[in-house]
C-alpha cells in the first residue's frame, strides 16, 4: 500500500507492507491487529541519521484502522 507522507520538509508517496496479523495487549484490552512496517528510505529526518531505522505500526484489524502501538 502506499499513502502520501512527509518528513516536515516535503512530501513523498511513502511505501508499507503488512508483516502479520497479532493480538496486542494494551492494558487490560486486547486487541486484534495488524503490524505494518513503513519503507523509510525517503524520508529525512531522524531517520536519514539511522540508516537501519526500523518503524512498526500496529493497527486494528477492522474498518477503523486506528493505531494502538508504535
Keep these: 500500500m ?3 507522507v512527509s518528513d ?3 512530501c513523498v508517496m511513502g511505501k508499507a507492507r503488512m508483516v502479520s496479523r ?5 492494558g487490560d484490552k486486547e486487541f ?3 503490524l505494518v512496517e513503513p519503507e523509510l528510505g525517503q524520508i529525512g529526518g531522524m531517520f536519514e541519521k539511522s540508516p537501519n531505522a526500523k518503524l512498526q505500526i500496529w ?3 477492522d474498518k477503523r484502522k486506528i ?3 508504535v
Excluded at 22 to 26: H, L
Design 2 to 4: 502506499s499513502r502520501p
Design 8 to 10: 516536515g520538509k516535503r
Design 22 to 26: 497479532q493480538k496486542v495487549m494494551i
Design 32 to 34: 486484534d491487529t495488524w
Design 59 to 61: 493497527v486494528t484489524a
Design 67 to 69: 493505531s494502538v502501538r
